[in-house]
């Protein structure tokens, strides 16, 4: 490898801020630009001033070809009209967003999340919650870029259009927002860091009707990326696709704003690893099975069973990975291959990543990898031969499938830090951001946290199901029980005979059950 001497960084969200630290620390590079096409740093945790448009091209989102890359201007720098394509760089953030993940596993090892708590997080979950609001999260990584000078190395309003390698160097095109026009140039980089994230651009699947249904009413369809709080669904008969976390929280948030009951397509889909399906356990959550098609406003499920005058369908179906400015770096199911350690692309590891995994111990590992990406660029950390990275990765996919598993660290936090970190090794001369030696205490604390968030969920869950109780009694029901059994006995097979029972005991006639 050439020597390094001028790194772009691309993105300036957790990930991208942390990796300003590791190059910085390094003190051997002349040249660190971040690019950055928000106005601010945060990346997920940067909320819109604006509501987020519609949704568009529904089948490019379903083929998860969205996000394509876009034509350069012939000649730089130039200014040019704005482009029309949506790039998705709007925020998934609602007033009440908080963090599901205890702080202390979740922050920077050097830099502790302040212990601000929200009213509604401490009334969730104690006073001594582990959960923080998202405005903390975006100050906290406000914070991390705006020291040591290293807001003047980022660039805002600034998009990567492209980064190819010519010789050498990396050409990297740009694009700055204006407010009529955009301006394009190039800048010349020995090496790229790509922090750009994975959670932008929302996967809508392909559904017979959908689209139809989407004309019918412009905006009834949505993404939980779109979401941005309850009040919007007031007696509006939803229904959530999903099971992971943002299906459930939303549903669970919708329980009492919207038409009872929202109805959660989770039946055979995959709920998230750590949270599993307790949050649809509510009796009035309607637990369906995959959607088959939709007819004007009617959602049919592959069962037989259907709901008539649907409002909003919102699909909490996750997220596509794009990379619209590297062209020449494939995608494959839902996944960036050839990169080792899921840092190092291994046909050029002057280019590489930093958050190229699925949610876990996020941040920290995000520092790991910078730490080992700054290491590799300084020419102070030496990488196995290319038949080894090749190895590492394909024993990777005997192991856990070539999808989106295969960037799951959980559970083996510690081997991968400890790998990455032997990797990265102490740095040169006491130059370099240290990484301390993996700490059991955060994987405990980790896990400690999933099980508050699904105590939560019992206990509101439980309470629920007592309130039916009580509404059920005064019901006739043509001879079905009506006293109270625990929810596995009494699920969601009794209620879906009850066509629909709101929250005060009426049943709402117009619902197909
Ligand atoms: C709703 C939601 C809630 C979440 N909650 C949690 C949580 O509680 N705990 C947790 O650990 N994780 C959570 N996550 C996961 C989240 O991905 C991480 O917290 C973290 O934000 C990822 O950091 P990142 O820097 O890799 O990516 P991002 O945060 O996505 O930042 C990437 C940045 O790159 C910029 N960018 C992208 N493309 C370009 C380009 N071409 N040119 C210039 N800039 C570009 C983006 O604008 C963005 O600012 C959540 C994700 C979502 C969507
Ligand atoms: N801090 C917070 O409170 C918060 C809130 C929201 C999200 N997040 C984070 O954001 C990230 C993304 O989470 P996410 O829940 O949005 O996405 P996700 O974890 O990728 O889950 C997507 C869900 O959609 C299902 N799905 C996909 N296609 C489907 C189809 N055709 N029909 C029915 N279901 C389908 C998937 O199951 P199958 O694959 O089996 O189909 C899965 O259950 C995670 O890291 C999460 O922790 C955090």
New binding site residues.
């Given amino acids: 490898m050439v020597a390094v001497k001028r790194v772009a960084v ?7 801020a942390i990796t300003i630290d590791a190059l910085a620390k390094e003190k051997s590079f002349d040249l660190i630009r971040v ?4 106005e601010a ?6 909320a819109d001033k604006q509501p987020p448009p519609l949704l568009s091209d529904l089948a490019a989102l379903a083929s998860r070809s969205a996000d394509a890359p876009i034509p350069l201007p012939d000649r730089l720098p130039a200014q040019r009209p704005k482009i029309a394509n949506p790039r998705y ?1 709007e925020s ?2 609602y007033p009440y ?1 908080e ?3 205890d702080s202390i596993p ?1 922050e920077f090892t050097q830099e502790p999340i302040p212990a601000e708590r929200s009213q509604r997080s401490i009334a969730l979950h104690g006073h001594d919650t582990p959960f923080r609001h998202w405005s903390v999260m975006q100050r906290y990584i406000q914070g991390l870029v705006d020291r040591n000078g290293y807001q003047d190395l980022v660039s805002y309003n ?4 492209r980064a190819e390698k010519v010789g050498h160097e990396w050409k990297v095109t740009l694009r700055k927002d204006g407010a009529e026009k955009d301006y394009w140039w190039v800048e010349w980089f020995d090496a790229v860091v790509v ?3 994975h ?2 651009v929302p996967y809508v699947p392909a559904i017979e009707g959908l689209e139809q249904f989407e004309k019918l009413r412009p905006g009834s369809v949505m993404h939980s990326k779109q979401f941005r709080g309850k009040e919007y669904f007031q007696g509006k008969r939803v229904v959530i696709v999903g099971a992971s976390v ?1 299906g459930a929280d939303v549903a669970v948030d919708l329980v009492n704003t919207a038409v009872s009951p929202v109805y959660a397509v989770v039946s055979g889909h995959r709920a998230n690893a750590y949270f599993g399906d307790e949050a649809f356990n509510h009796s009035q959550i309607s637990k369906q099975p995959s959607i088959s098609r939709i007819e004007a406003r009617n959602v049919h499920f592959v069962d037989g069973n259907s709901v008539r005058d649907v409002d909003n369908i919102i699909f909490g179906t996750g ?1 596509s990975w794009t990379l ?2 590297l062209p020449q770096v494939e995608v494959r199911n839902n996944r960036v291959p050839n990169l080792y350690q899921h840092v190092v692309y291994q046909k050029d590891p002057t280019l590489l990543f ?2 190229a995994v699925a ?1 876990g111990l ?2 920290k590992i ?1 520092e790991y990898q910078a730490v080992l990406a700054a290491r590799i660029l300084a020419g102070r950390a030496i990488l196995p031969p290319l038949a080894e990275q090749e190895k590492w990765e394909q024993d990777r996919i005997a192991a856990r499938g070539d999808g989106p598993k295969f960037t799951l660290v959980f559970p083996d936090f510690e081997d991968y830090f400890e790998d990455v970190r032997a990797l990265a090794g102490p740095g040169e001369h006491g130059l370099g951001r240290q990484l301390p030696p993996f700490k059991r205490e955060w994987f405990k604390a980790f896990l400690d946290g999933h099980e508050l968030r699904k105590k939560m969920w019992r206990r509101i869950n439980a309470q629920a199901w007592d309130e039916l109780d009580v509404n059920l009694n005064g019901l006739d029901l043509g001879g079905q029980k009506k006293t109270r059994s625990p929810p596995p006995t009494y699920g969601p097979d009794l209620l879906n005979k009850i066509p629909n029972v709101t929250q005060r005991g009426r049943l709402d006639p117009s619902i197909v059950g």
């Fill in positions: 691309i993105g300036a969200g957790p990930a991208g690019f950055e096409r928000r740093p945060g990346g997920c945790w940067l760089a998934s953030i967003l963090t599901n993940i979740m600034t998009t990567v259009e922090a750009s994230g959670y932008s943002s997220y619209p400015f930093v958050g949610a996020t941040f995000f």
